[in-house]
């Protein structure tokens, strides 16, 4: 069984940055994808980032060109690095891994527990 375990998250100000892991029990590169979701209370979880077992990433909208993934294969290993917080950004922090389907959807398997980020204005 694979484990996913979050860490990084805490306190910060508009404008500042934090750097969340994401490290697995497992090879990562065995995954087709792994994630970052979100979820803020009242709110629907939201797909913040992805990266493909490839090496591509992919970004929300509300994210892009401030969030960044990278990876560290010998450690197993995903960070989302985000910079330039806003109070917005607020929610608790999932990471995912998981396979491609068919049709190019895909399954997410594993899941951490979370991580909190906070961001004060």
């Known amino acids: 069984q694979v484990q996913l375990v979050e860490s990084g998250g805490g306190l910060v100000q508009a404008g500042g940055s934090l750097r969340l892991s994401c490290a697995a029990s497992g090879n990562i590169l065995s995954f087709d994808a792994m994630v970052w979701y979100r979820q803020a209370p009242g709110n629907q979880r939201e797909l913040v980032a992805r990266?493909?077992?490839?090496?591509?990433?992919s970004y929300a909208d509300s994210v892009k060109g401030r969030f960044t993934l990278s990876r560290d294969n010998a450690k197993n290993t995903v960070y989302l690095h985000l910079n330039s917080l806003k109070p917005e950004d607020t929610a608790v922090y999932y990471c995912a891994a998981g396979r491609e389907l068919l049709g190019g959807l895909y399954e997410y398997d594993y899941w951490g527990q979370g991580t909190q980020v906070t961001v004060s204005s």
């Open positions: 990266i493909f077992s490839g090496g591509s990433t």
